[in-house]
Nanobody
Framework: QVSLVESGGGWVQPGGSLTLSCEAS????????IGWFRQGPGKEREGVAC????????YVTDDVAGRFSIFKDRVKNLVYLQMNFLKPEDTGEYVC??????????????????????????WGRGTLVTVSS
């Protein structure tokens, strides 16, 4: 049985940091392209950071560039989202999702178009991040 379980969310003041993790069971992340997505209050789901299976290519969206980073722990079969200098507009449900290996480049995956959505294979349930003073 395949599962993706996110953790690490919570409340943080503006300027603070959080590290989210996505633990995979039933699949090896080495065979999947992985993305972090978020959905803020009243907003649609959007891509945040995406990484290819080999970690040779990764992408973070303009909104979080310079503040967020994505990386993997291959031994633990985990993917992380390090979030620094958090802003209130970063508030939302953060979800990890995967698609089959090398389907598209990470920057395309992070556009989260309808096509990308249809190609996503597994999703986690999400973890809530709240940034407020």
């Amino acid at each position: 049985q395949v599962s993706l379980v996110e953790s690490g969310g919570g409340w943080v003041q503006p300027g603070g940091s959080l590290t989210l993790s996505c633990e995979a069971s039933g699949i090896l992340l080495d065979y999947y392209q992985i993305g972090w997505f978020r959905q803020g209050p009243g907003k649609e789901r959007e891509g945040v950071a995406c990484i290819d299976p080999s970690e040779h290519r990764l992408y973070v969206t303009d909104d979080v560039a310079g503040r967020f980073s994505i990386f993997k722990d291959r031994v633990k079969n985990l993917v992380y989202l390090q979030m620094n200098f958090l802003k209130p507009e970063d508030t939302g449900e953060y979800v990890c999702g995967v698609m089959p290996r090398a389907s598209v480049y990470p920057e395309t995956m992070c556009t989260y178009s309808a096509t990308i959505h249809s190609r996503m294979e597994f999703w986690g349930r999400g973890t809530l991040v709240t940034v407020s003073s």
